[in-house]
């Protein structure tokens, strides 16, 4: 049993999330770009849009080596560095063309790992700008399939806990995608362990302080 939302939804969810920051950053004061992003501290809000603008840019450039490692993400940060907010939205928007042509070949599960992954910085953004939004979307659900996908194939965890958990897909979704402390995991009445063991193999992790957002 696969738990991966179908590939040609994740592309329209995709799609959608990047129709939806450009417009988005659009909107946002140049100010805002060298505040720093809590649920990743080591980034500003330019630095981490750039990273997510520099994912497609980086596949259509054929940038394949170390692929998904820090150092990857980091040359799509440097490769970017100095550009306005604005910029960056116009950059996203002019490769929407030549990516979209790629998205349809880039296999399960990776496709819904990068969907996964930008969906977490569109909110690590929205939370860092105080501007909260879209927690229904349907990105939102690709990564929480490929979060349940990825439990569902550890021997002595069972995907299907997740479901019986009484929260929202939104905070399954960031709980999964570690962007929830231990406290905030507990008070939520979720299995502590059960995230840790979860989580634990990825290269995210659990932050040590809780971040309210």
Same mark, same amino acid.
């Given at each position: 049993m696969s738990y991966l939302?179908?590939?040609?939804?994740?592309?329209t969810a995709y799609v959608e999330l990047r129709d939806r920051m450009i417009a988005f950053l659009r909107e946002l004061p140049e100010e805002v770009a060298n505040v720093t992003v809590p649920h990743c501290p080591a980034w500003t809000v330019q630095e981490t849009v750039s990273h997510m603008v520099g994912v497609p840019d980086a596949l259509l450039a054929g940038d394949f080596d170390g692929i998904a490692s820090d150092e990857w993400t980091q040359r799509q940060v440097e490769r970017h560095r100095g550009l306005t907010l604005s910029a960056l939205a116009d950059k996203w928007e002019a490769q929407a063309d030549d990516f979209f042509m790629?998205?349809?070949n880039i296999p399960q599960p990776g496709l819904s790992q990068m969907v996964f992954d930008v969906t977490s910085h569109e909110h #690590? !953004?929205?939370?860092?700008?105080?501007k909260p939004g879209s927690r229904d979307s349907a990105a939102v659900k690709v990564g929480v399939g490929f979060m349940k996908n990825i439990i569902d194939s550890r021997e002595k965890l069972?995907?299907?806990v997740v479901?019986?958990?009484?929260?929202?897909?939104?905070e399954v979704f960031r709980t999964l995608g570690a962007r929830r402390s231990l406290e905030q995991i507990a008070a939520a009445?979720? #299995? !502590?362990?059960?995230v840790k063991e979860a989580i634990e193999p990825l290269p995210i992790s659990i932050p040590a302080v809780s971040i309210a957002e």
């Open positions: 939302v179908d590939a040609e939804e994740v592309v790629l998205l349809p #690590d !953004v929205r939370h860092a700008v105080g069972d995907a299907s479901d019986s958990w009484e929260v929202s897909d939104f009445g979720l #299995d !502590v362990e059960f």
